[in-house]
Nanobody
Framework: QVKLVESGGGLVQAGGSLRLSCAASGRMFSSAAMGWFRQAPGKEREFVAAISWSGGSTRYANSVEGRLTISRDNAKNTVYLQMNSLKPEDTAVYYC?????????????????WGQGTQVTVSS
């Protein structure tokens, strides 16, 4: 099993930066694909970024490519999302997630472990 706790959300002006962290507990962390989804008010939850268990493979949504960077530190059981050049449309609750079935399955979002979410608000 994997338990996930997000931190680092907050309020930032457009063009600013935030760094989200996700601390994971459980023996399977180092074997899990990890990443982030987000859900804006009135919209469905959407994929943001993913990283393979080794950190050797990453994937991003087109809307965040080049602005957001995902990384992980398996020694600390932590995944990070560095968010730069933030836009008002990035405003959402950001959820950390994990999958023991690989990065492709993770991206589909159907069989993931989920954190409680952290709010990111970008003002214009």
């Amino acid at each position: 099993q994997v338990k996930l706790v997000e931190s680092g959300g907050g309020l930032v002006q457009a063009g600013g930066s935030l760094r989200l962290s996700c601390a994971a507990s459980g023996r399977m962390f180092s074997s899990a694909a990890m990443g982030w989804f987000r859900q804006a008010p009135g919209k469905e939850r959407e994929f943001v970024a993913a990283i393979s268990w080794s950190g050797g493979s990453t994937r991003y949504a087109n809307s965040v490519e080049g602005r957001l960077t995902i990384s992980r530190d398996n020694a600390k059981n932590t995944v990070y999302l560095q968010m730069n050049s933030l836009k008002p449309e990035d405003t959402a609750v950001y959820y950390c997630a994990a999958s023991l079935k690989g990065i492709a399955t993770f991206q589909m979002g159907a069989d993931n472990y989920w954190g409680q979410g952290t709010q990111v608000t970008v003002s214009s």
